[in-house]
């Protein structure tokens, strides 16, 4: 049914920046919560920002707050994090997903909270050197 498609990863040094993409097609897009979640090796996903629309809401995890930004542009169906002053921590794979279905109110960065995550980008590897 809906999927998501993932652009815009790669390499970097310290302080550098990236702009994350994820491409929705197949549903309600502008209705549905996005996060965007990261796994580094030998550690559990975490979540490290989200949006939905409809009430404005948008979190980001501590880790990133003040270095990243989540943004959406509807017409093209997109989600967008902009990472800045990137450091070697931030290095993992990251994961766009959309909510299993319509959201109202606030996002969510855990994958079962208000509302689960169901559909998953694919994936892109973020690599940050010191």
């Known amino acids: 049914e809906g999927q998501l498609v993932e652009s815009g990863g790669g390499s970097v040094q310290t302080g550098g920046s990236l702009r994350l993409s994820c491409t929705a097609s197949g549903f309600t897009f502008d209705e549905h919560a996005i996060g965007w979640f990261r796994q580094a090796p030998g550690k559990e996903r975490e979540g490290v920002s989200c949006?939905?629309?409809?009430?404005?809401?948008?979190r980001y995890a501590d880790s990133v707050k003040g270095r990243f930004t989540i943004s959406s542009d509807n017409s093209k169906k997109t989600v967008y994090l902009e990472m800045n002053s990137l450091k070697p921590e931030d290095t993992a794979v990251y994961y766009c997903?959309?909510?299993?279905?319509?959201?109202?109110?606030?996002?969510?960065?855990?994958?079962?909270?208000?509302?689960?995550?169901?559909?998953w980008g694919q994936g892109s590897q973020v690599t940050v050197s010191s």
């Open positions: 949006i939905a629309d409809f009430d404005g809401s948008t």
């Open positions: 997903a959309a909510s299993a279905g319509p959201v109202r109110g606030d996002c969510s960065l855990y994958e079962y909270e208000f509302y689960v995550y169901e559909i």
